[in-house]
């Protein structure tokens, strides 16, 4: 019976179905990792990522690469372990431990803490599977010691993420701003809270780009070099 979930499917194809490149324990198993400011394009440069790599002629090591953060979520939100919403998800809330409490008692969700957890092991089990593009999560952190990876950071001035928040969700200028400081804020104090650092701390990443400055597309082609570099290192041994 083939897997229900986008999640189990890509898990099942890439670990039963690689017969002709010898399995996965003799192939790299990369992944790319993208923390953002919100707003700053992380989605964007996703996509511009999985068309750079269906260009490249490794398919090895470039062929069939996925996004993953709505699957994250339809995965986590189907789990009938867990009471959260599909909202809050996608938003990678994360509340102030008294508001987290208070929330529980009036609406009988999940603590969110279980719930991190649970999303921090599905994204480390998607990079150990390796081709995947994994947006925001914690992903730097939850996957930090696996490889060959590139981690990435970006950025961008206010007033263009306000402008691209509006755009993109038909918002007003007052209400734009007040999304990036919630979901920046939310994201912040999850770093801090389950793994004791700054997200706007550029030691973190490989490489933090301005996205109002840098091209997606060049942002890619760096990316893509980079894991191209990696890759062969890892293989070398």
């Known amino acids: 019976m083939s897997p229900a979930n986008p999640i189990e499917r890509f898990l099942h194809g890439h670990m039963y179905d690689k017969r002709a490149e010898g399995g996965l324990a003799d192939r790299p198993r990369p992944f790319v990792t993208i923390s ?69 008692l009036l609406t009988s969700t999940t603590h969110q803490d279980i719930v991190m957890d649970r999303m921090f092991r599905l994204v480390r089990t998607i990079a150990e599977v390796g081709k995947a593009v994994i947006v925001g999560r914690a992903g730097s952190e939850v996957t930090r010691g696996l490889g060959p990876s590139v981690s990435v950071r970006l950025i961008a001035p206010e007033e263009f ?18 999304l990036i400081d919630k ?20 030691l973190l990443y490989d490489a933090v780009w301005n996205t109002a400055q840098v091209a997606f597309d060049d942002i890619a082609e760096s990316i893509a070099t980079m894991l191209e570099t990696r890759a062969k290192a890892f293989q070398a041994g």
């Open 36 to 104: 953002r400011q919100a707003g700053a394009g992380g989605h964007t440069l996703a996509q511009a990522l999985i068309a750079r790599f269906d260009e490249k002629e490794n398919k090895t090591l470039f062929g069939e690469w996925e996004m993953f953060d709505q699957k994250l979520v339809a995965m986590v939100a189907d789990d009938p372990d867990l009471r959260v919403s599909v909202e809050a998800l996608l938003g990678e809330e994360y509340r102030k431990a008294a508001d987290d409490f208070f929330r529980q």
């Open 161 to 178: 993420r306000v402008k691209h928040m509006m755009e993109l969700n038909d918002l007003s200028e007052k209400k734009a701003t007040e």
């Open 183 to 202: 979901h920046d804020s939310g994201r912040a104090r999850m770093l801090k809270r389950h793994f004791r650092v700054n997200i706007d701390d550029p």
